[in-house]
């Protein structure tokens, strides 16, 4: 029997949520993206920091404010694939960014 060895990574996900819901429309499409980080049962999300409401810098698919929240998170390598397919494909995101932090 084979055995795989799972080796964490610390990462940063930064993610800009559509503002046109309500605010549980937005804790529901944050919560959403935790369960895309935590699907593979071994990564975590260590931290939630959520900046709020903020001015786009500039127009994005004709929304001009977003609600922008900060994952400090320990990620399998082999994962972060999966989630960027997920996010992708996520219509209440409006713009998102995966980052591997320096050891």
Known sequence: ???THTVLKDYEV?????IEGTDDQINEVVDQVKSFVEQDNASTVNRIDRWGRRKLAYEVNRQREG???L???SIDGAHVEELDRSMRLTPALLRYLIIRKDE
């Open 1 to 3: 029997m084979e055995r």
């Open 14 to 18: 930064v993610f800009i949520v559509r």
């Open 67 to 69: 609600y922008y929240v």
């Open 71 to 73: 994952f400090d998170a």
